[in-house]
């Protein structure tokens, strides 16, 4: 192979690489952020309803501080580019999604569309090419939430709370209906769908106690 | 199921079918264009072998092409569906045909000029008057030119018994030692770089190997007799065209008689 050939390939490598280390020096950050977050939210499970309020509102400074660092990875991403970069940060969008619609089911008992996502995110439209909140990663985040629901559920029950167990039964049933509109190929996101019915039967045992034992009005 | 949560669901589905349809097609052109390859692999390999004049190289290298051409329609359809921010969301539905197409373009490349086609001319060569089919990575053109040694192995191999056939095999193992490491080093600088690479490069490795032990069977056996390369090789050749044809038995009987 002659050397002016080695240069070209040299040169676009080289480029590759600035790029990569670019955006590996934001998630490195974002990584951060992302575990403040879920170790704040974590706490829901021990929160008693009345101070939840302001748990969450604790929450979102940090996470309105990523939009950030979404910013800084989106200029680092050239044109067209988004799909071939997109697995370095998509752990941590996922656990975004995560935080963002787990904190508007808490205050508001609904479920976050991708629209708002993205603008709680401070996505913009203009990074369309560069950087957008893929179908995939908003599903994921979803499941995610779901997860941790199932949990809350029975949490919230022993901290007394016995309304939640119905509104999440009700959400949680909402988004699984969703999901089984999709026509999921074989990948995480389908086996982490097929792992949603266990959630879903781990709530309603929850409301068939509660209940079961009058503890609120059917 | 609230009409908005159906409503959105909706909308993912069609997405994701979309997405999902436009892969499946991707990978059943990408099949497609890796069957024309691999055959236009094949034929290089009868028509360099058919002969052992000089053009040989060049005549092979032009019905070589002339057959990969097949695959220009597919990759033309391929662009279609890898407009934009496309391309890098089905990159590894198509990169096996790339690959495979690469293998085939440089050992064509090869056998014409003796040399490892450039990354410029590859991309000139997966273009149309409408320029690139879709952009081409250098870590499929790597990856492409690593498969190749496989190629030179065998068609050094097989070529070893006939007239000049040691020599090239010697350029052969030169050639690929150079590629693997040459005075600055060159595939394995790039290991670190692209996904498989290194994998790839221990199948290179031994296939240099068994190219090295056919070269130097060659040397070793050749130095039992005392005559100059040109008369061995014209003896081993007109053994092996003898053994080619089935006449072995007919000429043990007329030495016999």
């Known amino acids: 192979m002659d050397t002016a050939n080695i240069d070209v390939l040299n040169t676009l490598l080289d480029k590759d690489i600035g790029v990569s280390e670019k955006i590996r020096e934001q998630v490195k950050e974002l990584d951060k952020k992302v575990r403040t977050i879920v170790g704040i939210l974590g706490k829901i499970h021990s929160t008693p309803s009345n101070s939840m309020g302001p748990l969450l509102d604790s929450v979102e400074p940090v996470l309105y501080s990523c939009r950030e660092i979404l910013s800084a990875i989106a200029s680092a991403v050239p044109p067209d580019q988004f799909w071939r970069w997109k697995e370095m940060w998509s752990n941590d969008i996922r656990s975004l999604v995560f935080a963002a619609a787990l904190i508007e089911f808490l205050k508001n008992g609904g479920l976050l569309s991708v629209s708002q996502t993205s603008e709680t995110l401070g996505i913009q439209e203009e990074w369309k090419d560069r950087f957008v909140l893929s179908v995939e990663d908003y599903l994921h985040g979803l499941i995610g939430m779901v997860n941790e629901l199932s949990r809350y559920a029975v949490n919230s029950v022993t901290l007394g709370d016995f309304q939640e167990p119905m509104k999440i039964s009700t959400f949680v049933k909402d988004i699984f209906s969703g999901f089984t509109m999709l026509n999921l190929k074989n990948d995480s996101l389908r086996r982490r769908f097929d792992s949603l019915k266990y959630d879903l039967k781990k709530i309603e045992e929850v409301v068939y106690d509660v209940s079961l034992r009058k503890l609120v009005e059917s | ?257």
């Open chain 2, 1 to 257: 199921m609230p009409p908005k949560t159906a409503e959105t669901f909706e909308l993912f589905r069609q997405e994701i079918d979309e997405s999902n349809d436009r892969r499946e097609r991707l990978i059943k052109a990408s099949r497609d264009v890796t069957n024309i390859s691999k055959k236009a692999i094949f034929l290089l390999h009868r028509i360099i072998l058919e002969d052992t004049d000089d053009d040989r190289g060049r005549r092979a290298a032009v019905k070589g092409r002339s057959k990969l051409d097949e695959a220009r329609p597919y990759f033309a359809a391929m662009r279609l569906e890898l407009v934009g921010d496309r391309f890098w969301r089905h990159q590894r539905q198509v990169s096996p045909a790339v690959q495979e197409y690469i293998e085939a373009l440089s050992f064509a490349h090869y056998l014409e000029h003796g040399s490892i086609i450039p990354f410029n001319d590859t991309q000139a060569a997966f273009s149309d008057a409408d320029g690139l089919y879709f952009p081409l990575t250098v870590s499929d053109y790597l990856l492409g030119l690593s498969d190749l040694t496989g190629e030179l192995m065998r068609f050094a191999i097989s070529n070893i018994s006939r007239r000049g056939g040691s020599t090239t095999a010697n350029d052969i193992c030169r050639l690929v030692r150079d590629c693997k490491a040459g005075q600055f080093p060159h595939f394995e600088q790039f290991i670190p770089h692209i996904r498989d690479l290194g994998k790839k490069q221990s199948v290179t490795s031994s296939s240099l190997e068994k190219i090295e032990a056919a070269a130097y069977a060659v040397m070793v056996r050749g130095s039992e007799f005392d005559l100059p390369p040109e008369i061995l090789e014209d003896l081993i050749q007109q053994t092996t065209v003898r053994f080619d044809i089935g006449r072995r038995d007919d000429s043990l009987y007329n030495n016999g008689s």
